[in-house]
């Protein structure tokens, strides 16, 4: 009786788990989709600094 539980707590466990990661990725997932304009707009930004700054004349 004793294994049974301790099989079932070992399950319940492993479930937590999955349940923890499975929000944590979405979460990240939906971090990501928030801010990637902004980081794509810094990154523009950056580009286009940088190429008018280099002038090899």
């Known amino acids: 009786m004793a294994g049974i539980r301790q099989r ?3 399950g319940q ?3 937590e788990y999955v349940l923890i990661v499975a929000v944590l990725s979405v979460a990240a997932i939906g971090m990501l989709r928030a801010f ?3 980081v794509q707009d810094t990154t523009d930004e950056a580009v ?3 190429s008018g700054a280099y ?3």
Do not use: D, F, G, K
């Open 13 to 15: 466990t492993l479930v």
């Open 55 to 57: 002038n090899p004349n």
């Open 48 to 50: 286009s600094a940088l």
């Open 8 to 10: 079932v707590r070992r």
């Open 36 to 38: 990637s304009q902004s």
